[in-house]
T-cell receptor, first 116, second 111 residues
């Protein structure tokens, strides 16, 4: 299977600071990357869809000014949580689609964000 | 509206038994149905997937059964092992633009 890395795996920050999470597809080019948020014992909640070279598409209810997404290349997307608050504490997971002829979605290992 | 409905929410199976997780969907445009396995604190991993032109796909101990007319698909884990204890998510998509996930099934395999 394809490999998607995510960095950092764990981050603890103070309220009001910004945190950047990187998502990389290591052995394939990803035309599309997704960012998810997952609460304990719940399913994945799609936050935004990121396409290389274009603006991300955010799901309803997700603040685009708070969760900045940049898809700089076919192998890298970043999520920046700006002015983080304790309620932003969560498990953030990225995924990459191996395309364009495939529908296969490969997930990163996730980032545990804790905002104090 | 839940595009993909998954059951059961939790499942306990004896070692060596068969684990069965079911999913149902509404949108007939879906053309790709993957299953993901997730261990605590980790990202989901693609386990097995099927397209609607086949009724069954088997990979090792894992089998997907697909019923297009009933709009249902299921995951069967044969000879379940304690190492299979995880949360399983079904999903559906068309064109890969967005994936719709089930609510997850927490599987516990008892030794």
């Amino acid at each position: 299977g394809a490999v998607v890395s995510q960095h950092p795996s764990r981050v603890i920050c103070k309220s009001g600071t910004s945190v950047k999470i990187e998502c990389r597809s290591l052995d394939f080019q990803a035309t599309t990357m997704f960012w998810y948020r997952q609460f304990p014992k719940q399913s994945l909640m799609l936050m935004a869809t990121s396409n290389e070279g274009s603006k991300a598409t955010y799901e309803q209810g997700v603040e685009k000014d708070k969760f900045l997404i940049n898809h700089a290349s076919l192998t890298l997307s970043t999520l920046t949580v700006t002015s983080a608050h304790p309620e932003d504490s969560s498990f953030y997971i990225c995924s990459a689609i191996r395309g364009p002829s495939h529908n296969e979605q490969f997930f990163g290992p996730g980032t545990r964000l804790t905002v104090l | 509206q839940q595009q993909v409905k998954q059951s059961p929410q939790s499942l306990i199976v004896q070692k060596g038994g068969i684990s069965i997780i079911n999913c149902a969907y509404e949108n007939t445009a879906f053309d790709y149905f993957p299953w993901y396995q997730q261990f605590p604190g980790k990202g989901p991993a693609l386990l097995i997937a099927i397209r609607p032109d086949v009724s069954e796909k088997k990979e090792g101990r894992f089998t997907i059964s697909f019923n297009k007319s009933a709009k249902q698909f299921s995951l069967h884990i044969m000879d379940s092992q304690p190492g299979d204890s995880a949360t399983y998510f079904c999903a559906a998509t068309y064109t890969g633009n967005q994936f719709y996930f089930g609510t997850g099934t927490s599987l516990t395999v008892i030794p």
